[in-house]
């Protein structure tokens, strides 16, 4: 069974506080890992996409890095507009929906 | 920049009744998915549609859920005779295919 596992369930860091969020995933074969940001209310935001081991992209102060077992996304010097939840999602070459972690409440406090 | 459309934004029925979700995706995207969002779990995936067919339906109970995407018009989401557990926030999302699937801001489904 396909599983993605999310760490910290939250974290709350100071402005500017530099910090990475985990994303460990079993699947029987990646088709791609996703990034999304979700704020209270609102549907998933898209982010990143990830395809192959040692790939990287990159957005304003967001990051997001990829091996064969688990992604990083990066947070450098956030801003309290960054505070949200952060979800990790995979795709599988055999299937076409995505399976999401429980994702990491992210707060930055000013 | 017309984003995924859903409606309506809050539903509320009865246990029994019927509740329909309507999804408009992105311009130019054929590619239609449903999740279903319940307190406290991830987001799970329903089904997922392109015009005319259901292409992957294995997330969908096998009981009062269905699910379309016609020539014209919305994808919808119908539930019939609603329970409690009903209740969640379902999120459609679009894509062309191959990349990102793009989420609208969700239906909030409140079964009294």
């Known amino acids: 069974e396909d599983q993605v596992t999310q760490s910290p369930e939250a974290l709350r860091l100071q402005e500017g506080e530099s910090s990475s969020l985990n994303c460990s995933y079993t699947?029987?074969?990646?088709?791609?890992l996703f990034w999304y940001r979700q704020d209270p209310g609102k549907g998933p935001e898209f982010l990143f996409t990830?395809?192959?081991a040692g790939e990287e992209k990159e957005k304003e102060r967001l990051k997001a890095t990829l091996t064969k077992k688990e992604s990083f996304l990066h947070i450098t010097a956030p801003k309290p507009e960054d505070s949200a939840t952060y979800l990790c999602a995979v795709q599988v070459l055999s299937a076409d929906g995505l399976t999401f972690g429980k994702g990491t409440h992210l707060i930055i406090q000013p | 920049n017309a984003g995924v459309m859903q409606n309506p934004r809050h539903l509320v029925r009865r246990r029994g009744q019927e509740a329909r979700l309507r999804c408009s995706p992105m311009k130019g995207h054929s590619h239609v998915y449903w999740y279903r969002q319940l307190p406290e779990e991830g987001l799970k995936f329903m089904v997922y549609l392109q015009k005319e067919n259901i292409i992957d339906e294995s997330g969908m109970p096998k009981e009062r859920f269905s699910a379309e995407f016609p020539k014209e018009g919305p994808s919808i989401l119908r539930i019939q005779q609603v329970v409690r557990g009903d209740s969640a926030a379902y999120f459609c999302?679009?894509?062309?295919?191959?990349?990102?699937?793009?989420f609208g801001d969700g239906t909030r489904l409140s079964i009294l």
């Open positions: 699947v029987s074969g990646l088709r791609g």
């Open positions: 990830l395809y192959s």
């Open positions: 999302a679009s894509s062309l295919g191959e990349g990102p699937q793009h």
